[in-house]
């Protein structure tokens, strides 16, 4: 099992900027691909980003794409979101995942809250 712990949220006015980090267990980080969920007040968990086992490829929702900057770094078990420009809509809590290409993502922290005022 790999368990994954995410820090950095709070409250942020819209336009401003945060950074959420996620430490992950284990000696075999490097083999699982990381990403961020969110979840808004009665919405469904939606994903943001998501980076390939070893950093080189990334993916982000369209909502996101020019704000949001996943990197991970492999020798800390490290993952990180740099959030840019928030906007209110961006209130969620954000959740870290591990998973398997091919296999989806199967482990999840226990979430940081982001909340941004208008």
């Known amino acids: 099992q790999v368990q994954l712990v995410e820090s950095g949220g709070g409250l942020v006015q819209a336009g401003g900027s945060l950074s959420l980090s996620c430490a992950a267990s284990g000696r075999t980080f490097s083999a699982f691909a990381m990403a961020w969920f969110r979840q808004a007040p009665g919405k469904e968990r939606e994903f943001v980003a998501g980076i390939t086992t070893s950093g080189a490829n990334t993916n982000y929702a369209d909502s996101v794409k020019g704000r949001f900057t996943i990197s991970r770094d492999n020798a800390k078990n490290m993952v990180y979101l740099q959030i840019n420009s928030l906007k209110p809509e961006d209130t969620a809590v954000y959740y870290c995942?591990?998973?398997?290409?091919?296999?989806?993502?199967?482990?999840w922290g226990q979430g940081t809250q982001v909340t941004v005022s208008s």
């Open positions: 995942a591990a998973g398997r290409a091919g296999s989806g993502y199967f482990y």
